[in-house]
Nanobody, 121 residues
């Protein structure tokens, strides 16, 4: 599975941004998808995850109520809608694919290259 994340950019606090992650390769395998983020010098942080059917979605407390993860299996794409962005949301955002919708990054076998989100105050 190859993952390509896109949609990052520079926005102001309070703005919205939507990230996309397009999957190719063995996309019919029913993978759960997740978003993580990382700031230089810090550990990769869980943001949200969604199972194959979309019936299970789990979010980090720091983004709950502001971010929404969704997926379009026909288009092999997962999205992260980010609203009410804060400067502390600034990070490189990575999408990942795995067999379980979990918060643990080690459970995800496939990773995209990351897209930078910068939120100015």
């Amino acid at each position: 599975v190859q993952l390509q994340a896109s949609g990052g950019g520079l926005v102001q606090a309070g703005d919205s941004l939507r990230l996309s992650c397009a999957a190719s390769g063995r996309t019919s395998s029913g993978y759960a998808m997740a978003w993580f983020r990382q700031v230089p010098g810090k550990e990769r942080e869980f943001v949200g995850t969604i199972n194959w059917s979309g019936g299970l979605r789990v979010y980090a407390d720091s983004v709950k109520g502001r971010f929404t993860i969704s997926r379009d299996n026909a288009e092999n794409t997962v999205y992260l809608q980010m609203n009410s962005l804060k400067p502390e949301d600034t990070a490189v955002y990575y999408c990942a694919a795995g067999t379980l919708a979990t918060m643990r990054p080690l459970e995800y076998a496939y990773w995209g290259q990351g897209t930078l989100v910068t939120v100015s105050s």
